[in-house]
């Protein structure tokens, strides 16, 4: 299972870091992803950790967010700085061993979704 948390009401340019906390299974051969879906809109990736490392971000949010991995606490973080009104919406983590799984949105772990609102 995965437990995300960490969302809330923040100003614009503000900041949050979500945590997503693996249990019953370890990050080291996951790929892990985040997401995000606004109300009345399509999920979106933002960012997808590989297996061996490697991460991608989304253009939309590559210059401020940053995702990180504690792996003694098997938790991964996302790390969202200069908040906009239009980065709120849910967001998820996601897991799986198939890292195209993750970037596909049809990973086999999800968390329960973290409400982010982004006041203007």
């Known amino acids: 299972q995965l437990q995300a948390s960490g969302g809330g009401l923040v100003q614009t340019g503000g900041s949050l870091r979500l945590s997503c906390a693996a249990s019953?299974?370890?990050?080291?051969?996951?790929?892990i992803g985040w997401f995000r879906q606004a109300p009345g809109k399509e999920r979106e990736g933002i960012s997808c950790r590989s297996a061996d490392g490697s991460t991608y971000y989304a253009d939309a949010t590559n210059t401020r967010f940053t995702f990180s991995i504690a792996n003694a606490k098997n938790t991964v973080y996302l790390q969202m700085n200069s908040l906009k009104p239009e980065d709120t919406a849910v967001y998820y983590c996601?897991?799986?061993?198939?890292?195209?799984?993750?970037?596909?949105?049809?990973?086999?772990?999800w968390g329960q979704g973290t409400q982010v609102t982004v006041s203007s």
């Open positions: 996601a897991a799986d061993r198939v890292y195209r799984a993750v970037v596909g949105g049809t990973g086999n772990y």
């Open positions: 019953g299974f370890t990050f080291d051969d996951y790929s």
